[in-house]
């Protein structure tokens, strides 16, 4: 991994305290042994190929592998608990992961979980890499990761929201033109709930809302909304949650889907029965949110 990070067979081997001639035959060795180029050549250094990039994925798959094992024996050792990780993207934060953390922890008191928060594109890295052991979010468009399994859980609405008492709430009917009088907070290019509600009022014939602020942050966006007159698309469910807190309220208007909500795990791992529990809590969790909807 001293090659990728330097680009460079003198570098690498300086950091290594070996010399360039012994990496240089080392890789060519490995080269051979793997029967195909790892890393090209050039003038300005070196670089993984397709098969390189690959060999590298799986390597640090082993490494953080080990670490994780060596970090839960010692764990174990210790009196402590082993730790099974669960990533989650902000859009089941609020209602999915809470209840299927709470369903895992009556099945299996004896395994810790360790959580972690990120956008999908950062914690199918982490899964690939093995620093977490299932993933959650909002699916992308194209086939996962070499590796890597997926299942659909639930499709949720696009809802529009506000703060409680905005000047729209007092509506009975409202049309999309009518929401665009306000400026609004929209999520950034890129995302699916993004990109599905300008499809949505494409469809329709509108253009994509006069917005102010450009947000990721949903506590953020959850501040914006108190203090103004802005308005946010948000997931059903989501806005569900913060509409009982009465932090939100939602408008009587909707469109489409904000996305589909599923999870990711490494194939490898789908017979351990740790985080096969994690799994099933999860679909479990996912079941009860798609009756209740």
Do not use: C
């Not at 390189?52 to 798959?61: E, F, I």
């Not at 839960?72 to 809470?98: I, K, Y």
């Not at 690939?128 to 993933?135: F, G, M, S, Y």
């Not at 990761?145 to 949720?156: A, D, K, M, N, R």
């Amino acid at each position: 991994m001293l090659l990728e990070q330097t680009g460079s067979l003198s570098e690498a081997a300086r950091t290594a305290h070996t010399t360039q001639p012994g990496l240089s035959k080392w890789l060519r060795e490995l080269e051979e042994d793997i029967g195909t180029a790892l890393f090209d050549r050039h003038a300005r250094g070196i670089s993984p190929t397709p098969a390189g990039r690959l060999v590298l994925l799986y390597a640090r798959r082993v490494l953080n592998a080990m670490q994780r094992a060596e970090e839960d024996v010692e764990a174990v050792r210790h009196g402590g608990l082993r730790r099974v990780m669960l990533a989650t993207s902000p859009a089941a934060t609020f209602d999915l992961v809470p209840d299927a953390i709470a369903r895992y922890m009556r099945l299996q008191p004896d395994i810790q979980i360790g959580l972690r928060e990120g956008t999908m594109d950062e914690l199918l890295s982490q899964l690939e890499r093995v620093q977490v052991d299932v993933a959650v979010g909002r699916l992308s468009g194209s086939n996962p990761p070499p590796g890597l399994q997926y299942e659909l859980l639930y499709v949720e609405p696009i809802v529009l929201v506000a703060r409680p008492g905005h000047p729209l709430t007092r509506k009975r009917s409202l049309t999309w033109q009518q929401a665009f009088d306000y400026p609004w907070i929209v999520w950034p290019v890129g995302t699916p709930i993004r990109a599905n509600l300008e499809t949505g009022l494409a469809e329709i014939g509108l253009t994509p809302p006069p917005y102010a602020v450009e947000s990721a942050s949903m506590l953020a966006n959850i501040s914006l909304l108190r203090d103004s007159d802005l308005l946010l698309a948000a997931s059903a469910h989501v806005a569900d949650h913060f509409v009982r807190l009465k932090q939100m309220a939602r408008l009587p208007l909707s469109m489409g889907s904000a996305g589909a909500l599923g999870m990711y795990w490494r194939e490898a791992t789908g017979s351990d029965s740790a985080i096969a529990g994690l799994i099933d809590s999860l679909r479990q969790s996912a079941r009860r949110i798609r009756e209740a909807g």
